[in-house]
């Protein structure tokens, strides 16, 4: 191979670019270092020490060494907010709030994020207040009109729930005739408590004219109609729910029965509770019927309902009232008292409900669940059966 002259002009350039590209990176990244403010670091470290209160006030410094920081503001008030430490967050976002330079973006935004801290930290007049001065910025209207939604919920401000989501309905188009029909049925059923029964009639009109299928509803008229001895009229709105939701029929099974029953009309109360327990098993189904036919026919009847039931869907809590009506035939069998009290307890474990949204458990029926706030998220039936379906 012969050696090319143009070689060695060639490789020294080669080797001087890679040095002066080495040094100008090294220069770079010195002057990176030195701008910098020396706070900055010193948060970190005290950040990384849990010594959260001290790291705040570095961070703070370096924000007022140096303006374009304030995203970590942001993230440091959220990092503290999911972990639990409402009043770091506060302090980091109030800050921000404070400072005269900051333009009116980053305002809203640090109002907006100050609003989550209050409302995660339940501090709900706050968030309100925080909440309500950003419905004027187009940016962050919709945003707080959602917050301000819950916040009426969660302090059961049932007319300015409704107004709230009216507005977000005819500006933002969402759609939220189920929520608003519940927020009647709350009205309504605050009403009948305090004995105010036109208000209460009122507000489940209301509801239904909302929305013409709400369960909630048509049962609430039921019983105002059932309170004022329209009885007729109490049964007739009742089994309007077997039309809206047949999975529903458990929460007006014993209305329907006890009012039945006023009438006279037991066979035809424990025809219907059959019927419907053939179309829509369910254990709470099961355990109406179950108490009416003991109540009514005896033990006997009672039994032979349950074990034709559990031939057809067997479940731990069927057969847990199984052996409760058979001891109820041989009160003195203690084999059986002591299986019957084996299967009540782990019975016990699966009779619950379980919201769709977040898994949260309860032992009584929620139309509204106490762990996400969703509305309709419970079906109206026990873990094991929806487990087992």
Known sequence: MEFELWYLVVLPLVFAAGWFGRAFESRMRAADNAALPHSYFRGLNLLLND???KAIDAFIEVVKLD?????????????FRRRGEFDRAVRIHTHLLNRADLPARERSRALAELGQDYLKGGLLDRAEDAFTRLLEDRNHRFEAQRALLRIYQMEREWSKAIDCARRLESEAGENHQTAIAHFRCEIAEAAIAS?????????????LATD????RGLILAGDLAERQGEAE???RLWRRVEGASREHLPLIASKVSATLDRLGRRDEA????????????SIDLLDTAYARTAEWQGAAAAETLVADELKRHPSLLGFERLAEARLALNPGDEELASMSALLKGHARKLARFRCNKCGFRTREYHWNCPGCSSWDSYPPRRVEEVDGA
């Open 51 to 53: 010594q959260h209160d």
């Open 67 to 79: 303006p374009e920081t304030i995203e970590l503001h942001h993230a440091l008030g959220n990092l």
């Open 195 to 207: 004995g105010r029964f036109d208000e209460a009639q009122a507000a489940v009109d209301d509801a």
């Open 212 to 215: 013409r299928k709400s369960v």
């Open 233 to 235: 009229e109490a049964l």
């Open 270 to 281: 424990l025809n219907w509770l059959r019927r419907s327990l053939s179309d829509a098993p």
